[in-house]
């Protein structure tokens, strides 16, 4: 098992340019998330999907969208890149219901001049 | 506002004694703790957690306890190895809330010195 996969690893944007972080995994959870991580502030919680065709915000939503069209997918879009989206993007996902630790992807640093 | 707080940015310790990281919440509706350790370079990989029924946890070398009252949790590992050096995050959730989301700390850098 791969566990949580993350494409691709390393992006380097101008600002304006749009993308899409693809997070992917074969454990069948029903449960996604995405989060960034910046000095200082930890891991903060952007938006999340608890099955196939759900999506929620989490706590810094703005600024990006997200799809969970397959269940073992999870796409986190920029439509237009800011400076103030430079970070290390994390994805996460874990078993349906309470009591469930999450199993995090490798990161994506992205950096956007 | 940050409902979970890790004040201690970094921590050094010497090999085989005692660490201790803490972490402090706000929310008194959060029932559910987890502590990830996260190398460099690499995504933030489960350790311990543990529910606010209980009081202590533990698994091995490292142990968690909650004292509700206070808000507080901690993170003891005994004896403490150079390969524990690693940032430390601590999450809350309010499993009440059905929406099984976790809040995040800032996290503590320890340091164990060989």
């Known amino acids: 098992n791969a566990g949580v996969t993350q494409t691709p690893k390393f992006r380097v944007l101008k600002t304006g340019q749009s993308m899409t972080l693809l997070c992917a995994q074969d454990m069948n959870h029903e449960y996604m998330y995405w989060y960034r991580q910046d000095p200082g502030m930890g891991l903060r919680l952007i938006h999340y999907?608890?099955?196939?065709?759900?999506?929620a915000k989490g706590e810094v939503p703005d600024g990006y969208n997200v799809s969970r069209l397959k269940k073992q997918n999870f796409l986190l879009g920029l439509e237009s890149a800011a400076p103030s989206q430079t970070s290390v993007y994390f994805c996460a996902s874990s078993e349906r219901g309470a009591y469930n630790e999450q199993f995090f992807g490798p990161g994506t640093r992205l950096t956007v001049l | 506002d940050q409902q979970v707080k890790q004040n201690s940015p970094s921590l050094s310790v010497q090999e085989g004694r005692i660490s201790i990281l803490n972490c402090d919440y706000t929310n008194s509706m959060f029932d559910y703790f987890l502590w990830y350790k996260k190398y460099p370079a690499e995504g933030p990989t489960f350790l311990i957690s543990i529910s606010s029924i209980k009081d202590k946890n533990e698994d091995g070398r490292f142990t968690v306890f909650l004292n509700k009252s206070a808000k507080h949790l901690s993170l003891h590992i005994v004896p403490s190895q150079p390969g524990d050096s690693a940032v430390y995050f601590c999450a809350a959730s309010d499993l009440t809330s059905g929406t099984y989301k976790y809040i995040f700390g800032t996290g503590t850098r320890l340091k164990v010195l060989a």
């Open positions: 999907s608890v099955g196939e065709g759900t999506t």
